[in-house]
């Protein structure tokens, strides 16, 4: 006769509720993008990913937990990528809700035929919002490329890898920021490049408004 193998219960809700976590921080973020929340859910965001990392050090000795958790695990992984790649489109200012709000506003403008006009058309609330957000985004792209190239000269001089792509760097740099804005209420994050026990490191410092030109 088979040998049936035995569940954890404490492992059992465990990942029931890291289910539900998933569940609900998809709902938050479907509202922060929809412009419905103001604040991105990152500390949700943050505890769901350090349930997920205790359970990867957890040993699980009953197949169907363990493949309930990895298909637990591949779940947050798609929801990472989404999430991620929504939240570059929204600094970029092209996530199509943004637009959609933007050409939506614009279509409800009465159309007239008319001699093109020579003078400056004057933006809409939504317009401007969107070349904000990418002279920001183009602004921010230049300043983390300094800081990237400033690090890989750091990791050159203590004898580590440089080959390290710009766009990983990038996203991690981009996390530092939304967490240290979060954490700390501050509009602005600065970057300083260190050394540690022989390894180049970068430290993500919150910056006050009365400190940026500083």
């Keep these: ?25 998809k709902i938050l973020y479907e509202k922060y993008f929809s412009g419905l929340e ?12 350090r349930r997920i990392r205790d359970l990867m050090d957890t040993p699980i000795s009953n197949a169907t937990q363990r493949f309930r958790f990895i298909q637990v695990r591949a779940r947050a992984q798609t929801l990472e990528l989404y999430w991620t790649r929504n939240l570059n489109m929204m600094e970029r200012g092209t996530h199509p809700k943004m637009r959609f709000r933007a ?8 159309s007239v035929d008319a001699e093109p006009i020579l003078e400056p058309v004057e933006e809409t609330p939504e317009e ?10 183009e602004k921010e792209e230049r300043a983390l490329r300094v ?28 996390q530092h920021v939304r967490q240290v804005k979060s954490q700390f ?12 026990e022989g390894k ?5 410092i919150p910056v006050q408004k009365a400190e940026e030109g500083g």
Excluded: W
């Design 185 to 196: 209420a501050v509009d602005a994050v600065k970057f300083r490049i260190y050394v540690e």
């Design 128 to 137: 401007a919002m969107l070349r904000r957000r990418r002279e920001q985004f």
């Design 200 to 204: 180049a490191k970068v430290r993500a």
């Design 103 to 110: 050409d939506h506003k614009a279509a409800r403008l009465p």
């Design 1 to 25: 006769m088979a040998v049936r193998e035995r569940k954890d219960v404490a492992l059992n809700t465990e990942l029931d509720a890291i289910d539900h976590q998933l569940s609900h921080l």
């Design 147 to 174: 800081v990237y190239d400033r690090y890989l000269e750091a990791r050159a001089q203590c004898g580590q890898t440089t080959d390290l792509a710009f766009d990983t760097v990038r996203a991690t740099l981009r």
């Design 38 to 49: 103001r604040v991105e859910p990152l500390r949700e965001r943050d505890e769901l990913r």
